[in-house]
């Protein structure tokens, strides 16, 4: 979840002219790494040989 603090953070870090489409991109992209990271966190990943074995189920 994004917060005032992260929000603002992801603004400061633009150039001083953006479009809205660029900044929606840094805000989409900042929120999908910090669910990253907490699912890693919580032991949510699948590890290499995992995500093989599904690559293969799907091939099938």
């Given at each position: 979840m994004l917060t005032k603090e992260k929000l603002n953070r992801t603004i400061n870090s633009l150039p001083d002219k953006f479009t809205i489409d660029?900044?929606?991109?840094?805000?989409?992209?900042?929120?999908?790494v910090e669910e990253g990271l907490l699912q890693s966190d919580e032991g949510k990943v699948f590890s290499n040989e995992d995500v093989k074995?599904?690559?293969d189920k799907?091939?099938?």
């Open positions: 660029e900044l929606i991109d840094k805000l989409i992209f900042t929120e999908k074995i599904m690559i799907w091939s099938k």
